[in-house]
């Protein structure tokens, strides 16, 4: 079964698949255009991350709907509570770990958290509801917000966390395991300004108009502790103009002229294959796509 990002977006152009075209092509083809499929272990950084926006965007109910906290209950614990909600003893005792906890959490189409991740998702959402500077009345705003625009002839799409047109306001969630570095490695490590300048444009090109950025972050670990980050539209629209245009403008050009070259987007040098060994998608690239590049360094 293929990943429903990765069907979702077919032919659309995304913060995450933008980042993953400038990082290599070849990469790119691999992951959205090829579709090839490999295991890889969960991000957890990322669960986390979805986890709390759902319980921040949806409330409660929701979130249930979709997570469930695993209490880490023995089989024995399992088996006791699962006859005293009126199963059959017999079906129950015959039953291992993995059956039991399905049967337990009923978790079959929702997400497991660790008891950890769970206290911390909550100590999250509380540090965020009692903060009057993110303005969480979500008076005028839209919640989730998916925005559809078109760059040239490609189609671009992002959802945002919040967008208030009136305001012309852009405020976006992280979290963050080292909100001490949040700054310091903002585009370096996280790069979330190339995430949030592809929003911006995403904007400007719907709606017509610019908008100003508002990073809300909260840390993962206890006390949880929170700032309000903001872009300055000047280091947004340099990076417009220095990365996301670029990549959009060579992207367009690689489909025109059918060609998925091995160089960086913006820089035109060859990719650094070093760069992409630890990437889980890396053995695809020498052993199945080879022959469908155009690599610079094969033409010398």
Not at 134 to 153: I, M, S
Not at 264 to 292: A, F, G, Q
Request: hydrophobic letters at 35%; glycine letters at 4%.
């Amino acid at each position: 079964m293929l990943n429903p990002y990765i069907v979702a977006t077919d032919w659309i152009i995304t913060a995450s698949k933008i980042k993953t075209f400038i990082k290599s092509p070849e990469l790119y083809y691999v992951k959205f255009e090829n579709k090839l499929e490999i295991e890889e272990e969960d991000k957890r950084c990322f669960v986390v991350g979805s986890a709390f926006d759902t319980l921040v965007s949806y409330w409660h109910e929701a979130f249930l709907e979709k997570y469930y906290v695993d209490d880490w209950l023995v089989v024995d614990e399992l088996k006791q509570k699962l006859i005293a909600e009126g199963n059959d003893p017999d079906m129950i005792m015959k039953l291992k770990l993995p059956q039991l906890r399905a049967m337990y959490y009923n978790d079959a189409e929702r997400v497991r958290l660790t008891p950890a991740e769970g206290r911390d998702i909550m100590g999250m959402y509380r540090e965020v509801m009692r903060q009057p500077v993110c303005d969480l009345g979500n008076e005028g705003y839209l919640l989730q917000h998916r925005v559809d625009a078109e760059y040239k002839w490609v189609k671009v799409w992002g959802t945002l966390d919040r967008y208030h047109p009136e305001k012309k306001l852009i405020r976006d969630r992280k979290t963050s395991g080292r909100i001490d570095r949040f700054v310091y490695d903002i585009e370096n490590t996280f790069d979330y300004i190339l995430s949030m300048s592809f929003y911006f444009l995403l904007v400007y090109l719907n709606d017509k108009q610019e908008c100003d950025v508002i990073l809300d972050v909260v840390g993962k670990g206890s006390p949880y502790p929170y700032i309000g980050y903001e872009l300055h539209k000047k280091v947004l629209l340099q990076k417009i103009k220095d990365t996301v245009i670029p990549a959009l403008d060579f992207y367009i050009e690689c489909k025109r002229n059918n060609e998925r070259p091995a160089i960086n987007p913006i820089t035109k040098h060859p990719v650094d294959r070093m760069t992409l060994m630890n990437d889980p998608y890396y053995p695809y690239l020498e052993s199945v796509l080879c022959d469908w590049f155009i690599d610079p360094r094969d033409q010398m």
